[in-house]
């Protein structure tokens, strides 16, 4: 029987990784077959197979390996070790922020989406004032945000047992409010005088954003119109 020989200097990449440089081989009658296993425990005769092993994630794997057919009977299977390190992530294209963001109604992206060497890159929003990374809340998705204000954006590629992630570093955007011209504003002649308390139906809209009262914007009156 001639041993295989494991591959070195696997690193991560979510790419699945052939285990063996060389498969062994045997004289006559039969075959190697193989099986994998994380721990130091032999596997049992059902996991062999003719196939080379592979293995996607980080970590130590141990290739179990034997004869297998007519002339080869109940052989103790060998092993060899070989390992798929932990790939190390960088941000190859850093977020930036958008700029020019006017308050809408809707939901707007602030940044640009981050890119790195391996792993996904997540995200966390905070409002600008906030001087320590969350540890939690983060998305994959570009963060989006809807009212007026000022934010932060924390963005990182996270520790997994395959990757090393990134320090968590932070973009700060702005979203600034709408400036409403007086003819936006629409005040409705509510009916005559009667001598009685009423007040004046007001409407604001810019473009083509109908505001809505109470939640965009507050009417106030000195005077029964």
Same mark, same amino acid.
């Given at each position: 029987?001639?041993?295989?020989?494991g +591959?070195?200097?696997?690193?991560y990449?979510?790419?699945?990784k *052939?285990?063996l440089?060389?498969?062994?081989?045997?004289?006559?009658?039969?075959?190697l077959v193989?099986?994998?296993?994380?721990?130091?425990?032999?596997?049992e005769a059902?996991a062999?197979?003719? *196939?080379?092993p592979?293995?996607?994630?980080?970590?130590?794997y141990?290739?179990?390996f034997?004869a297998?057919?007519?002339?080869?009977?109940? +052989?103790?299977?060998a092993?060899?070790t070989?390992a798929?390190?932990?790939?190390?992530a *960088?941000?190859t294209?850093?977020p930036? &922020?958008?700029?020019?963001?006017?308050?809408?109604?809707?939901?707007?992206e602030?940044?640009t989406?981050?890119e790195?060497?391996?792993?996904?890159v997540?995200?966390?929003?905070?409002?600008?004032?906030?001087t320590?990374?969350?540890?939690?809340?983060?998305?994959e998705t570009?963060?989006t945000?809807? +009212?007026a204000g000022?934010?932060?954006?924390?963005?990182r590629v &996270?520790?997994?047992?395959?990757?090393?992630?990134?320090?968590?570093a932070?973009?700060?955007v702005?979203?600034?409010?709408?400036?409403l011209?007086?003819?936006?504003? +629409?005040?409705a002649?509510?009916?005559d005088?009667?001598? *009685?308390p009423h007040?004046p139906?007001v409407?604001?809209t810019?473009?083509?954003?109908?505001?809505?009262?109470?939640?965009?914007?507050?009417?106030?009156w000195?005077?029964?119109?």
């Amino acid at each position: 029987v001639v041993a295989p020989q494991g +591959n070195t200097g696997l690193v991560y990449d979510g790419s699945e990784k *052939q285990l063996l440089k060389t498969e062994g081989s045997i004289t006559s009658g039969g075959s190697l077959v193989y099986a994998v296993t994380t721990s130091d425990s032999a596997p049992e005769a059902a996991a062999f197979a003719e *196939q080379a092993p592979s293995a996607t994630a980080a970590g130590t794997y141990h290739v179990w390996f034997k004869a297998a057919g007519d002339n080869y009977v109940s +052989n103790v299977p060998a092993k060899i070790t070989v390992a798929v390190s932990q790939a190390t992530a *960088q941000i190859t294209k850093e977020p930036v &922020a958008k700029s020019g963001l006017v308050y809408s109604g809707a939901d707007q992206e602030l940044i640009t989406a981050a890119e790195s060497s391996v792993g996904a890159v997540s995200y966390a929003v905070t409002a600008a004032d906030v001087t320590e990374a969350p540890t939690s809340g983060y998305s994959e998705t570009i963060p989006t945000a809807k +009212n007026a204000g000022s934010y932060k954006i924390w963005y990182r590629v &996270a520790d997994t047992d395959s990757i090393i992630g990134t320090q968590t570093a932070a973009v700060e955007v702005t979203v600034a409010p709408l400036a409403l011209k007086q003819s936006d504003v +629409n005040v409705a002649k509510n009916g005559d005088y009667t001598g *009685q308390p009423h007040a004046p139906e007001v409407a604001v809209t810019a473009g083509s954003l109908t505001l809505v009262k109470d939640r965009d914007y507050t009417a106030s009156w000195t005077e029964d119109m």
